[in-house]
């Protein structure tokens, strides 16, 4: 009897065989996909955004620190006088946090923080002034539920932020903290979280 190939007592075929069996049956297009590697796109890689992104792009003739306060602007305060800032910084030091809108949280926090350092401010010379472009009536409802003992400037037509580089979009407001030294240097122009503009104005008024 002859003797019987290795491929009828049970033994499989070398992987090379039966790889090519498979291609003899294929047809071109499965050939050239088994044959050829697949080469992902490599991804292009995310931009990071951090905090130090700038909100938006201040004007060429917005105010620079180390500048004088030059001009007054047509702002209120939350009892709805005139604000006279030139006037204020003839006489003592002005601290003013911008926040995007009054009694919303983040906003709410930043005042409570100035509003607790208040004295260290008062000590040092500098009166405190929060600033956004809410309504009177807005300002007043949110200085008397978080009983702040210092005014709130509504800056309805946004001059002020504007003047400073400090809008968002064309009604917003960046939350940001300027600096006036008495005599009317500005100091300190600063756009930053709620807690970080209090920091960076306490550390500016020991200049």
Do not use: W
């Not at 709805?80 to 919303?104: D, K, M």
């Not at 923080?113 to 405190?128: E, M």
């Amino acid at each position: 009897m002859p003797a019987k190939r290795k491929d009828e007592e049970g033994l499989a075929e070398p992987p090379t065989k039966r790889r090519s069996l498979r291609l003899a049956a294929a047809t071109p297009a499965e050939i050239l996909e088994a044959v050829v590697p697949v080469v992902s796109k490599p991804r292009a890689p995310r931009t990071k955004l951090t905090a130090d992104v700038p909100l938006s792009a201040p004007p060429a003739d917005a105010f620079l620190e180390g500048q004088q306060f030059p001009q007054d602007f047509p702002t209120l305060s939350s009892t709805g006088e005139p604000v006279n800032l030139v006037e204020l910084t003839q006489t003592q030091g002005a601290v003013i946090f911008l926040y995007p809108r009054a009694s919303t949280p983040g906003c709410t926090q930043q005042a409570c923080f100035f509003r607790d350092s208040h004295p260290d401010f008062q000590k040092a010379g500098y009166t405190v002034y929060g600033l956004s472009r809410d309504s009177v009536n807005a300002q007043t409802k949110f200085k008397e539920k978080h009983k702040m003992g210092f005014e709130l400037i509504s800056d309805v037509d946004g001059h002020f932020v504007k003047a400073f580089g400090l809008g968002k979009g064309d009604k917003g407001v960046a939350r940001s903290v300027v600096v006036i030294k008495k005599g009317g240097m500005i100091v300190l122009i600063k756009k930053a979280g709620p807690k970080p503009t209090l920091e960076a104005a306490l550390e500016a008024i020991k200049a």
